[in-house]
């Protein structure tokens, strides 16, 4: 997708503080944290949301949360963290690409909003 900001972050088109990287997936911390820690994980294939998963990607989603768990351990979060999707606009996606945010280091409240 040329004009996705995501594509644009992984092509490093766009500068982003990267946190994590694997083969498939990137992580770079959120430019407006909603707690002390905000990453944002992503695959670097396009895929517009969750959605638009299938069990095709089985093996990606099995990398991403196996790098949100490094993420979280990596920033002390042993007290807790929480991984949020939003799926369509309605639900506050504001990017059109599949991505989790890890957030922690404060208490959460439950519901998000």
């Not at 500068?15 to 990453?39: Q, W, Y």
């Not at 990606?60 to 807790?80: C, T, V």
Request: glycine share 8%.
């Amino acid at each position: 997708m040329n004009d996705c900001l995501f594509c644009k972050i992984v092509k490093k088109e766009i500068p982003s503080e990267t946190v994590a990287e694997t083969e498939r997936a990137l992580a770079f911390k959120d430019i407006n944290p909603g707690a002390p820690t905000h990453v944002l994980v992503i695959p670097k294939e396009h895929i517009p949301s969750a959605q638009e998963l299938d069990a095709a990607h089985g093996d990606l989603l099995g990398e991403l949360f196996e790098l949100m768990a490094k993420i979280a351990s990596d920033a002390g979060l042993s007290r807790g963290h929480r991984l949020v999707t939003n799926v369509g606009p309605e639900a506050g996606q504001s990017v059109d690409h599949l991505h989790f945010h890890v957030l922690g280091g404060r208490p959460m409240s439950w519901p998000p909003g």
